[in-house]
Nanobody, 123 residues
Framework: QVQLVESGGGLVQAGGSLRLSCAVS????????MGWFRQAPGKEREFVAA????????YYADSVKGRFTISRDKAKNTVYLQMNSLKPEDTAVYYC????????????????WGQGTQVTVSS
């Protein structure tokens, strides 16, 4: 079993930055692909970013490329999402996800999901 706990959400003005963290426990963190999804009110859940188990492969949604950076610290069993140049349309609940399959993570079918953290960007 894998437990994911997100933190770092909050309220920020447009153009600002936030860093989300996802603490992982329960299983061998280093063998899992990790990712972030988000869901805004009234909208479908959407993929944001993912990082391979070795940390060398990263994937981003077009809407966040160049603004968001995903990374992982194996020693701390934590994955991060650095969000810069935030826009009001980035407002959503952000979820950390994990799976042995990168395809499952990117496709939204990961086995493990956190509870989510709210990010609100004011204009």
């Amino acid at each position: 079993q894998v437990q994911l706990v997100e933190s770092g959400g909050g309220l920020v003005q447009a153009g600002g930055s936030l860093r989300l963290s996802c603490a992982v426990s329960g299983r061998t963190f280093s063998t899992y692909t990790m990712g972030w999804f988000r869901q805004a009110p009234g909208k479908e859940r959407e993929f944001v970013a993912a990082i391979g188990w070795a940390g060398g492969s990263t994937y981003y949604a077009d809407s966040v490329k160049g603004r968001f950076t995903i990374s992982r610290d194996k020693a701390k069993n934590t994955v991060y999402l650095q969000m810069n140049s935030l826009k009001p349309e980035d407002t959503a609940v952000y979820y950390c996800v994990a799976d042995r399959s990168a395809a499952a993570v990117v496709g939204g079918n990961a086995n493990y999901w956190g509870q989510g953290t709210q990010v609100t960007v004011s204009s």
